[in-house]
Every structure is written in structure tokens, then in C-alpha cells.
């Protein structure tokens, strides 16, 4: 559920997280999955099919998006840009990014942008999963874009996991020296609150993860 609290802000809660009042109610939890699918492929894949024009950095105008969607999808004759703007702040995986009434993806994209994000303060070390198949020969040629136009690199080795879990049940973490990486010209870039893009990570800044040991069982007595 969306809700909006007038001191703080829009959340997705029955209650504000901060002062525990109910809020002025926005949008159901089916209005908010099916919203935000159909903004997540306006803003990376189809822009096109909404009729929408999209700027070289990505960027899309949120009344024209409202028009949009207000026309493809009746149901949602009562949609304003505040709701966009509450489903991109709202998002736990700052997927979304709003300046001056556009929003775009800032990462996720198959169609072709030239994003400008932030390529300061990059952790020295990141991650990628491969499944078991894959590590060897990724160790060897590097990583390059499969079905995105970057590599997406994850902030930690439990991020990294996660994405890969949807492809294998086991999947193999990779770790980039981003210290060495970026010394060697590779430009990487913060997209979102956990996911860095890079053009392709040669293998030589690339190696595997090994997990910490597991703490031994105590003894029983």
C-alpha cells in the first residue's frame, strides 16, 4: 500500500515508519505492482510503445507519462505525476531517479542511454554471480553485457547472490577490484542504492569470492 504522510512523506505501510499515523491513502498494493511494472518498462525498455520520447541521459517527462498510461490503461484515470514520484521514492532499490518533473531508470536499461550518474565514492571491491557454468570461462575473458547495455555490478557479495539466485540456486560470486579497475581507466558508475554499472570489467580486475567460513557448532555438554 502507498501512502502519503504530510510531515513525512510518501511510504508503503498501513502507518507512517516515522510518526505512526495512517496518512492520506495513494494507491493499493495491486495498483502499485502493476504501476510500477509498467513505469520500470517505460523508463529501460519500451518508451515506444507508450508513445513517449525519451532524452539521450534517459530521462522522460512525467505528465507525458501520466497522458500515457491515463490513455492505455483507463482504470487509471485518477493517475498524477505525484504518484509516479511516490512509486520512485518509495522504491527500496532506488531504481528511479526524479529532476525537475522527468524521471528515469537508473540502471536495468535494454534501450540505448548515455547515463551521467555519480562515479565518485565506488566501494573498493564489488560483486557479480555467474552461475557454476560460467565462472571459468568469465574468469578468463572478462565480464560483458548479455541482455543489458551494462554490467551490473552489486555493492555486496549477499546483493550479488540475491540477483544471481534467480538464475541458479547456487550461483558462483565474482569480486572486481574496483581500486585496480578504475587505476586502469574503467569507468564505473552508482545506479540505484546497491547497483553499479560498468561498460565491460576485464578479467584481470576480476577473481572468486570466497565466502567466510562457517562459525564450528559448539561442543554439546
Known amino acids: 500500500m502507498l501512502k502519503e504522510c504530510a510531515q513525512h512523506g510518501f511510504f508503503r505501510a498501513e502507518v507512517c515508519p516515522v510518526c505512526g499515523q495512517s496518512g492520506r491513502f ?15 518498462g517505460i523508463l529501460r525498455h519500451f518508451p515506444d510503445r507508450y508513445g513517449l520520447e525519451m532524452e539521450p541521459q534517459g530521462w522522460v517527462s512525467l505528465p507525458a507519462i501520466v497522458r500515457a498510461v491515463s490513455q492505455k490503461h483507463p482504470a487509471y484515470h485518477w493517475l498524477r505525476t505525484m504518484h509516479l514520484v ?17 524521471i528515469r531508470a537508473t540502471y536495468g536499461h535494454t534501450v540505448d ?5 555519480p562515479t565518485e565514492n565506488i566501494p573498493a571491491q564489488l560483486f557479480f554471480p555467474v552461475t557454476p557454468e560460467e565462472a571459468t570461462i568469465v574468469l578468463e575473458v572478462g565480464l560483458k553485457p548479455s541482455d543489458r547495455k551494462k554490467v551490473h555490478l552489486s555493492k555486496t557479495a549477499e546483493d550479488a547472490r540475491a540477483a544471481g539466485s534467480v538464475r541458479t540456486p547456487d550461483p558462483v560470486i565474482l569480486a ?9 581507466g574503467l569507468v564505473i558508475m552508482r545506479a540505484g542504492k546497491t547497483v553499479f554499472l560498468v561498460d565491460q570489467v576485464p578479467a584481470e580486475y576480476l577473481s ?3 565466502s567466510a567460513p562457517a562459525e564450528p557448532a559448539a561442543e554439546k555438554k
Open 86 to 102: 511516490a512509486i520512485a521514492e518509495t522504491d527500496a532499490k532506488g531504481r528511479y531517479e526524479v529532476r525537475d518533473e522527468k
Open 208 to 210: 572468486r569470492h570466497e
Open 176 to 184: 572486481v577490484d574496483t581500486q585496480r579497475a578504475r587505476s586502469g
Open 113 to 117: 542511454v548515455e547515463l551521467d550518474l
Open 26 to 40: 495513494l494507491m493499493n498494493d495491486r495498483e502499485l505492482d502493476h504501476l510500477g511494472r509498467v513505469l520500470t
